[in-house]
């Protein structure tokens, strides 16, 4: 028995599953359009400690092509879906050759996919009665869609990121690749509960399965004392769906010293985004560190006095395990993974999405109460130790054998 697993990016959770698939010999091989040395600078070098090149089949040749374009900012050739070296003709290139592998193939029995990349391999998957199964990583396309046309209307004064704009064609492939899935798994309740809105006649099979983190070797507990300035921290771009805007409303309530530091890629011309971001990221009190290595965010995770995420939506929200893992109370809200980690007030704090009201009530509190934070610090530690790589790993090992 046989397992093939695609996807075109490489991340923590991809590399635990294509580790567990090589140990329990069941992987066939492993798909991908993502090349290590493009993102060295930035990634966690931990996502290759299980990956064996060997069972590796890379696609690569438009990715190589789209980091040219990048490069020297040939916008023509990959900015708008259509095109040639576009990130959704990349995921088009690797399902298509993946459907042709799995044709003459006759040992696989599973393929494990995820979204974007799914639709033809699935349906040769159908046709040879292979079992599908669809690693769904973000909230479903028409939930996203609604809450930033809600957006829209409640922020006139901020336009979304190009990174937020989905085409009508990659969410008819969504709706295409969820009909074909014999099993979905999600991250968190958020997501699963996101997809009461797919319309297909038979219920989806929603297995939710969270993600783990890598656990500190020794015990950190947030002891950081409020000296000159509350330090906040958000790691994200600085976009609608991730809420900056309300983070921003929730800074400007704030009677007390603070200061923020944002980690994340920036947009070129924040001012197209808004003229309250330009601004925001003139302020003396923010300071923009740009795209950090994982490293580093849990370094700065380490001498913050609290994480503010208030994101719209999330598939999970892999930095909210990684607050709680670092001992820093966090303020998310309950379209994320944040709902299946924290109980609200005892190891850190969920709000409604665009309740700036509640979070500068919560901010006040933690800034005003140090016994309280310490008390918010050593049950966020407590709740990340119950959510491990190798629990991840056991609980995707045990679904793939009920498959079988």
């Not at 500068?360 to 530690?381: A, C, G, P, Q």
């Amino acid at each position: 028995m046989k397992i093939l697993i695609s996807t075109p990016n490489i991340n923590l959770n991809i590399s635990k599953v294509v580790g567990l698939l090589k140990k329990l010999n069941y992987l066939d091989s492993f798909w991908t359009t993502f090349f290590l040395p493009f993102k060295v600078k930035f990634i966690n070098k931990s996502y290759y400690k299980e990956i064996n090149l060997k069972s590796v089949r890379f696609v690569l040749f438009k990715e190589l092509m789209r980091r040219i374009c990048l490069f020297f900012n040939l916008k023509k050739f990959y900015s708008r879906d259509e095109n040639i070296f576009s990130i959704d003709s990349i995921n088009k290139d690797l399902d298509l050759k993946i459907a042709k592998y799995i044709k003459k193939n006759n040992k696989i029995k599973i393929i494990y996919s995820y979204e974007d990349c799914s639709k033809e391999s699935f349906k040769v998957a159908k046709y040879k009665n292979i079992k599908t199964i669809y690693d769904l990583t973000s909230p479903y396309w028409l939930l996203r869609q609604n809450i930033l046309d809600q957006e829209k209307k409640l922020q006139p004064d901020w336009n979304l990121s190009s990174t937020e704009i989905m085409s009508e064609s990659k969410c008819i492939i969504k709706d295409e690749e969820l009909n074909l899935s014999d099993k979905v798994i999600v991250a968190s309740s958020f997501t699963a509960k996101s997809l009461s809105l797919f319309n297909k006649k038979n219920q989806l099979n929603i297995k939710i399965i969270p993600y783990g983190i890598d656990l500190p070797k020794t015990k950190i507990i947030n002891l950081r004392k409020v000296n000159e300035k509350f330090k906040i921290f958000f790691a994200g771009r600085p976009t609608i769906s991730k809420g900056i805007h309300y983070l921003i409303k929730s800074l400007s309530q704030l009677d007390f010293p603070w200061e923020v530091e944002i980690a994340g890629s920036i947009p070129e011309k924040p001012v197209e985004i808004s003229k309250k971001l330009h601004s925001f990221f003139k302020d003396d009190r923010c300071k923009f560190l740009g795209q950090i290595s994982n490293k580093d965010v849990l370094k700065k995770m380490q001498n913050s006095h609290v994480f503010l995420f208030p994101s719209l939506f999330e598939g999970f929200g892999q930095v909210i395990l990684e607050s709680l893992s670092s001992s820093l109370p966090i303020v998310t809200t309950e379209n994320t993974g944040g709902m299946d980690l924290i109980e609200n007030g005892k190891n850190s704090f969920i709000t409604p999405i665009r309740d700036e009201k509640n979070t500068v009530e919560i901010l006040n509190k933690l800034y005003l109460d140090e016994e309280y934070r310490r008390h918010i610090s050593e049950n966020s530690f407590l709740t990340a130790k119950k959510f491990t790589w190798e629990k991840y790993q056991n609980e995707i090992k045990s679904y793939i054998k009920n498959i079988l």
